[in-house]
């Protein structure tokens, strides 16, 4: 035999696969992986312009824990190519690595200016960006009660006039860039019409002091007229307020007067009256906007106010007051009042509301299907983690009880402020409008920890309720990735029975599989066969946890800071 020859080699370890491009911005673009099979210390995520793009910014190198399966890619420069390299580690060794490329949206414009402004058309100009683009898209809304109007602009141009607008009149306009089928992101700005003049002014009734002054009013809302008078030798003026209240004035003091809002926010008024001097019942107060519903309120005849909430910004309300006695109703005094601008005066979600500049927690009625929607009263966690979270699952007390039938589970139960349930078919109108983030919050005595996932979805698959989560960091363990691709199951309905019923079995709705890692809608303060309110990766299965939260918020959302 001849003399021996030996080598050592080591095998390379699995690596991700199916690298790819789910989300882009003008600046950023989000990208997602299928994980490693074995086991790894870590990804390390490379991103590098393309050699043919000369001009980009400079290579950026992540290094990202195990258990991620998402990353947002920040700081890339619009409209240029980057090479996306993704390679798994463990010790010194790396996997084969998965590609993509990846073109920021384009460059938005800046310099949003308004000029030439009239009580019907006004133009709007911007500065192009140094990228290159093949157009602009100008959107303008009227703020009160318009649909979005769109008009194409050519790369070389960067003024558009806008005409046919109403006098006295709010709109907000965005401008954006467009290269292809890619769009960057929005500048937008708020615009005011003039108000339109008032006409046919004329005097009547003349007398040697004394003349009545007659016109037709502005078409727009206006604060006052100024009527300027004089003389040959000489004039004055004058300010006569705008719109002048008047009153039906009663027999006898039997009227309520003075009808009058005050303190008005944009979804608040406080109304107040003085009372008729002949004693009533009771006082039946009326209101109504154009578009809903006339709401009516019978008050006290003790109280001389009340506070409406619930309204809806930006909206023009009409209030009658009527007096009950015996029966009968008093005359009607009326006013109306206009509620303040929110920059979303209908949120679709928490963290718009907390855009609007609500900064405390507590319930608010969002409206996930636009204004023409029904909206959803939801309570609104406003602190947490920079806030803008919309809570759909809380336990805190056991005094809800969640061991109920499928629609329970789709419509939603319990008590906003305590223990609840949003419902699943809410969840899944919520988690459709854009990408969410999932936040779970569990207590257990001074114990504080919390899971986030950056890619949540309920969807409806044959009238089911499926279950997608992906993307997990924090501090409590990953127990919710195990049931994702699952449909939700109750204790009357199991789309997809395994070999046990599970609802059944643990005592709750959920996403179950065979049978759960996460049960946080199972029975509260118990330790029977598994059947508690459970996170498996924090506190096993045997210790059910006390406080419980589940939250979402658009993964796009960036928290205001604090002013």
């Known amino acids: 035999m001849g003399t021996e020859s030996t080598v050592e080699f080591t095998t390379l370890i699995s690596g991700p696969t199916n690298l790819r491009v789910v989300k882009t911005t003008t600046t950023s673009a989000v990208v997602q992986w299928d994980q490693s099979q074995g086991d790894i210390d870590r990804y390390r995520l490379t991103v590098a312009p393309n050699q043919t793009d000369g001009t980009a910014k400079g290579r950026q190198d992540l290094t990202l824990p195990p258990e991620r399966d998402s990353a947002q890619i920040d700081s890339l420069d619009p409209g240029h190519l980057y090479d996306i390299t993704l390679v798994a580690e463990k010790g010194g060794i790396k996997s084969k690595p998965a590609t993509v490329q990846v073109t920021p949206g384009p460059e938005p414009p800046s310099g949003l200016v308004f000029s030439e402004v009239t009580e019907t058309s006004l133009s709007v100009s911007w ?105 040959v030798k000489g004039k004055g003026v004058s ?56 709401q009516e309120v019978t008050i006290d005849s003790t109280v001389t106010e009340f506070k409406l909430t619930r309204l809806h910004p930006m909206s023009k309300y009409t209030v009658q007051l009527q007096g009950e006695r015996g029966g009968s109703y008093t005359a009607t005094i009326s006013t109306e009042f206009t509620t303040g601008n929110l920059r979303y005066p209908f949120p679709s979600d928490c963290s718009q509301e907390l855009l609007n500049g609500i900064r405390e927690s507590g319930e608010v009625e969002i409206f996930p299907k636009g204004r023409q929607g029904k909206p959803v009263l939801v309570y609104c966690d406003q602190v947490t983690d920079g806030g803008g ?96 691709g699952r449909m939700f199951s109750t204790r009357d309905r199991d789309p997809m029975p395994f070999i046990t019923r599970c609802a059944m079995s643990y005592k709750g709705g959920w996403w179950y599989k065979n049978c759960h890692e996460a049960n946080l809608n199972g029975l509260y303060d118990t330790s029977v066969n598994h059947q508690g309110v459970i996170w498996t990766a924090w506190k096993g299965k045997d210790l059910s946890i006390p406080f419980t939260e589940m939250k979402l918020r658009p993964t796009s959302f960036t928290p205001p800071t604090q002013g």
Do not use: C
Not at 191 to 207: C, F, G, H, K, Y
Not at 242 to 264: F, H, I, T
Not at 271 to 277: H, N, V
């Open 127 to 231: 500065t192009k960006p140094k990228s290159p683009v093949s157009g602009f898209k100008v959107t303008y809304t009227h703020t009160q009660e318009g649909e979005p109007l769109s008009a194409a602009v050519d790369s070389g141009d960067s003024t558009l006039a806008l005409s046919k607008l109403s006098p006295g009149s709010s709109y907000e306009v965005s401008v954006i860039s467009i290269l292809g089928l890619d769009e960057s992101d929005a500048i937008k700005d708020l615009v005011m019409t003039l108000p339109d003049p008032p006409r046919d002014l004329r005097a009547i009734n003349v007398t040697d002091t004394k003349a009545l002054l007659l016109w037709r009013p502005a078409l727009a809302t206006v604060d006052r007229y100024v009527i300027v008078y004089g003389t």
């Open 239 to 294: 300010e006569v307020g705008y719109p002048l209240q008047q009153y039906p004035v009663g027999g006898d003091g039997e009227v309520p007067r003075d009808l009058k809002a005050s303190q008005v926010t944009p979804r608040s008024a406080l109304l107040t009256w003085k009372a008729p001097s002949a004693a009533v019942g009771s006082y039946k107060l009326t209101y109504q906007t154009e578009g809903q519903e006339k």
């Open 389 to 484: 979270w919309t809570v759909f699952q809380r336990r805190m007390d056991g005094k809800t009880d969640f061991f109920r039938g499928w629609k329970n589970y789709s419509k939603g139960f319990g008590e906003l402020s305590g223990e609840f349930w949003l419902g699943n078919e809410n969840l899944h109108n919520l988690t459709s409008m854009a990408p969410m983030t999932l936040r779970v919050d569990l207590r257990a005595g001074d114990e504080s920890v919390f899971a986030k996932y950056s890619a949540f979805t309920v969807d409806t698959v044959r009238r089911n309720y499926a279950l997608k989560v992906s993307g997990y960091s924090g501090t409590a363990g990953d127990s919710m990735s195990y049931h994702n």
